[in-house]
């Protein structure tokens, strides 16, 4: 028994060691490297109630360790009988009191913060004009993507939400089918996606997104929602003001026709196959069954969560449920007169998605 | 019938066991199923593990892993964790207070074979085409929307299992009230016992909620009803505010009797009295009651609004205090006391660490705006099990080592024990600490797999190393066990040299009788007034010898059970069409409810045991005492 506590010290050390050797996770995900002030605000929280527990877990630990060394009895003797103490009014009281400050500490901020990250009254703000003062973005959760609808700009996209840095942007959610939770942990907590009501805060982004390793921040759903709950990411990138004012005037516009002849091919089974679900231009309300298409050729992943080159798209559309299990998109056999799509087809169809861009 | 020590043949044991009232067997029932479970669970835990090892491991596919973790999550809270609980209420509780039996033994049984038939119906869904797949939680839209019959195992499992429980509650809180030997006052009650009391009575109030749930969920999915059907005007919001009115009470229902045994430990293992006794009764009461206040904490970004938000974080907040009380004062403890380090004493010494540690997080996940973050993190799944395993399991094994004499008259190895105990604890530590950080690092959890761009790889290869080193501490374990069974070493009334109260007062295992003679309890710790005060047999009796009235044993309680097993098949393929399952379901019924009438009409008075019989009984107890002090000197140091 006696390497019992020196094992646990060690123990302690390493864990300590490892945690700061891999530092805080990844930029592009991690709460610890908080990218705009819901975050920030989170992480202080996070700090000072760590301090807080620390000075409990300092109190705790100082007690218990003398308390087991001193009192041990190879120490105190085979046959000492402690004294039967009954207890200590004074000592109950402090250590009812002390902790009750400690909380009031933690209280105060915790409820100015949920007040304030709840606060979406200048949502509705209008200007002069009856133009809305700050965006709004509609997110939909459905098995196992995301749809983005800007209702003022009238644009619509899916899985890579793109939103402007340094302003307030506000979030209407709601679910499709089952509940969802929207979750972007290095820009602010999560909100749950519910079926049976839209739910709303806000987020504010820091930074632009290029300045990241990956070019975009990393999004997630937080709440069990089928078997591909793993894999129903999103990413969002963040643009200036004027980037992303150039951006929605893009997306408004009528997608240009392809111009080589394999994305024209392409094109056409689109038109006979897929276009049934997945619109490709971004402007006006109405909602696919499957993602908006629109900027396909200009996102970082396929899927939410797969590389994004030609090759992992045929792989994809040849086979989406070895990729995404349960999602609802149909195999070839369902949408191409029972036959699978020919590598030709397929070849086809990525070079026409590729080129499905409103960026330069 | 009048001693349990007569030879057996094997069928005649089990016929004993399946009829059983005597809350000593039904313990053991309770502890053996509850053991079966645990490994049941372990092993989908390691199944979880194994498929996080790495990125993008294909170990389990994502459907099974959903299964999996749902399975691994009701089977730990439901089948392992609390029937292993209720082993310990049953074996113990009774004889702390000085009864002779639970205040309903014939409903003692029934809760235990309703328990078991639920658990092994929930369990057939692994072979009957899919367990449940929503989570341990089950929120509605996602239950709703679960193809096949998982989410109805779940249900109708739960709800069978669910009367059992719901039943020992009951149970509990009249024999506490109504049993205690004379002198035995509430504020004399071991610290056990009161655990006991108030779990009982959380157990009372928040199953009901959980049955109701339930029975919606069972309505919707088979009888076509619209609680939880948002697109028929349902509300899925609902289901989550009865699942946590009953799940919040339900982690208290778990760490009440936790905390009971690590109180008994403390006292023990430091020969001294608890410091604060009244302190750490009225912090259990205190924790039980604000344990109804909380619930919503778990709904933090449900979207509730900022002030049910804010309420429900202070509400949270407040639990700290009485849990803080209750840490200091087993500090105080075993301060000033001879602290001996055998194993329930480790582990016991090894759960303050480990639950402040878990408590302290819980605190941090009370700050509403910080929970956004937090919530349905790794951070919150490292949280409970820092609470549950540090706190629950710990208190178990440690349970299992202490009581183990009592339960079986024989003595688990410290030297395995302690082997254990390193390995489970330090694999604990590193399984879940890290989990702190992966969830800060953006992991969601109940995901089946990530990808290796997200920085989670080093940590989550760490957590299913420590998830080996648990299993191998379990392993061990087992053959601790095997080993001590096959020894038979018999032990005396105090194995531990220095118990405190009534239990350790008498043979181990006791007589099917427990006491000969009602005891008199002269102040809290009994056993151990009467032994500072010289008393050589232990006691003090509050009545003269005198025939003893017993309940004969019943088969009926397992064909109760049996039948609500069957008409549960019944319930559930009667929507696929089954031209069996209409006949099935009310064939089940009849049965349950058959069984219960011939209950009802025909008498069964018990049997008495005579002065005679106790004479004699109580010689051969003698006798074989004094064998044991012949082969070895001393007893356990």
Not at chain 2, 43 to 57: D, S, Y
Not at chain 2, 231 to 258: D, K, R, S
Request: aromatic content about 14%; overall charge negative.
């Amino acid at each position: 028994m006696m390497k019992g506590p020196k094992k646990w010290r060690l123990f302690a050390l390493m864990t300590a060691l490892l945690v700061f050797l891999s530092g805080c996770g990844r930029e592009e995900i991690s709460t610890l490297i908080p990218a705009g002030k819901v975050a920030q605000d989170q992480f202080n929280l996070l700090i000072l109630s760590s301090i807080v527990m620390l000075f409990v877990i300092v109190v705790v630990t100082i007690i218990y360790v003398l308390a087991i060394v001193k009192f041990r009895r190879s120490k105190v003797g085979e046959d000492m009988i402690p004294e039967q103490v009954e207890g200590s009014a004074r000592l109950e009281f402090i250590w009812t009191a002390i902790p009750i400050v400690l909380l009031l500490i933690l209280a105060v901020p915790t409820v100015y913060s949920t007040f304030d990250l709840a606060d979406v009254t200048a949502m509705d703000a209008q200007d002069e004009d009856g133009a809305a003062e700050n965006l709004t973005v509609n997110v939909t959760g459905k098995l196992y993507w995301w749809e983005f609808e800007y209702p003022e700009q009238e644009i619509r996209t899916a899985q890579e939400l793109v939103v402007p840095t340094d302003e307030r942007v506000y979030f209407n959610l709601i679910a499709a089918d089952v509940k969802h939770s929207f979750w972007i942990p290095s820009v602010g907590g999560k909100l749950d996606v519910n079926p049976e009501n839209v739910n709303t805060f806000y987020l504010e982004f820091d930074k632009e997104s290029s300045e990241l390793e990956e070019g975009v921040y990393f999004g997630k759903c937080a709440e069990l929602c089928g078997p591909s709950h793993a894999l129903m990411d999103f990413k969002v990138k963040t643009l200036n003001r004027e980037d992303f004012d150039a951006w929605v005037a893009a997306m408004q516009e009528e997608q240009a026709a392809p111009t080589d002849t394999v994305a024209q091919e392409g094109q056409q089974i689109f038109e006979q196959s897929c276009i049934a679900c997945h619109a490709t231009n971004a402007a006006g309300a109405a909602t696919g069954v499957g993602p908006n298409l629109a900027t396909f050729g200009d996102r970082t992943t396929i899927a939410g969560f797969m590389e994004h080159d030609e090759e992992t798209l045929k792989n994809w559309i040849a086979d989406p449920q070895q990729y995404k299990p349960g999602n609802l998109m149909p195999n070839p056999e369902e949408i191409n007169n029972g036959e699978p799509f020919s590598d030709q087809e397929l070849d086809a169809l990525a070079a026409y998605l590729m080129g499905l861009k409103v960026e330069e | 019938m009048s001693s349990n020590s007569q030879k057996k043949g094997f069928g005649a044991t089990i016929w004993d066991y399946l009829t059983t009232v005597d809350h000593k067997k039904i313990a053991i029932l309770y502890l053996i199923s509850g053991g079966f479970f645990f490994l049941v669970g372990g092993v989908e835990a390691m199944m979880i593990r194994i498929q996080l090892m790495k990125a993008g491991n294909d170990f389990l596919s994502a459907g099974t892993y959903n299964e999996v973790l749902t399975m691994h999550g009701t089977t730990m809270i439901f089948l392992a964790a609390m029937p292993i609980l209720l082993a310990f209420m049953n074996a113990v509780s009774p004889l702390q207070i000085g009864a002779r039996d639970v205040a309903f033994p014939f409903l003692n049984s029934l809760g235990f074979w309703l328990f078991f038939f639920g658990g092994i119906f929930l369990n057939l869904s692994w072979f009957l085409g899919g367990a449940p797949d929503a989570g341990w939680t089950n929120y509605a839209s996602l239950a709703l929307a679960s193809e096949g019959h998982g989410i109805d195992f779940y249900s109708l499992g739960l709800t069978i299992s669910g009367f059992g429980t719901l039943i020992a509650g009951i149970n509990f809180l009249v024999t506490i009230i109504n049993m205690r030997a004379p002198g035995m006052t509430y504020m004399r009650m071991p610290l056990f016992t009161w655990t006991t009391f108030v779990a009982s009575a959380l157990i009372l109030l928040a199953f009901p909620p959980l049955t109701v749930g339930i029975f919606f969920m069972v309505f919707d999915r088979l009888f076509g009803a619209n609680f939880f059907d948002v697109t028929m005007g349902g509300n899925t919001i609902i289901w989550e505010h009865f699942f946590w009115i009953f799940g919040h009470p339900e982690v208290y229902i778990l760490i009440l009797p936790a905390f009971g045994i690590f109180s008994e430990i403390f006292a023990i293992f430091s020969r001294k009295r608890l410091f604060g006794y009244t302190a750490l009764v009225f912090a259990t009461i205190l924790i039980g009651f604000y344990g109804f206040m909380v619930w919503a904490h778990h709904m933090f970004t449900v979207g509730l609004g900022p002030t049910a938000n804010a309420v429900f974080a202070l509400a949270t907040m407040i639990i700290a205090v009485p849990t803080g009380i209750k840490i200091f004062n087993w500090l105080l403890t075993i301060w000033g006391g001879n602290i001996s380090f055998t194993v329930p004493m480790i582990y016991a010494v090894a759960f303050i660490p480990s639950f402040v540690a878990g408590g302290v997080t819980g605190v941090m996940q009370a700050i509403a705006p910080l929970d956004y973050q937090l919530h349905d993190s790794y951070f919150i799944v490292a949280h409970f099990h820092y609470v549950i395993v540090g706190g629950v399991v710990l208190a178990i094994l440690a349970g299992t080592h202490l009581y183990w004499p009592k339960m079986f008259g024989t003595m688990l190895s410290e030297k395995l024990g302690k082997w254990t105990f390193w390995f489970f604890f330090i694999g604990f530590h590193l399984t879940f600490f890290i989990q702190h950080f992966l969830g800060l690092m953006g992991m969601p959890r109940r995901v089946y797999t990530f990808g290796a761009d997200q920085g989670w790889d080093l940590f989550n290869a760490i957590s299913s190393a420590g998830a080996l080193l648990m299993a191998i501490g379990v392993i061990i374990l087992l053959v601790n066990v095997v080993m001590t069974v096959v020894k038979g070493e018999r032990v005396g009334n105090d194995p531990w040299g220095d118990g405190r109260t009534l239990e350790w007062a008498i043979p181990s295992p006791p007589p099917f009788y427990n006491f000969a003679q009602t005891p008199l309890v002269r102040g809290l710790d009994p056993y151990w007034i009467e032994k500072m005060e010289g008393n050589k047999e232990g006691m003090v009796y509050a009545e003269p010898l005198g025939d003893i009235h017993m309940p004969n044993g019943s088969f009926i309680p397992f064909v109760i059970s049996l039948g609500m097993f069957i008409a549960a098949f019944g319930a559930m393929y009667h929507t696929d069409g089954h031209a069996w399952a209409l006949p099935v379901l009310i064939g089940g019924l009849a049965i349950t409810f058959g069984s219960m009438l011939v209950r009802s009409l025909k008498d069964d008075l018990g049997f008495h045991v005579t002065k005679e019989e106790l004479i004699a009984d109580n010689e051969r107890i003698q006798r074989e005492a004094r064998a044991l002090e012949g082969g070895k000197k001393g007893g356990l140091k």
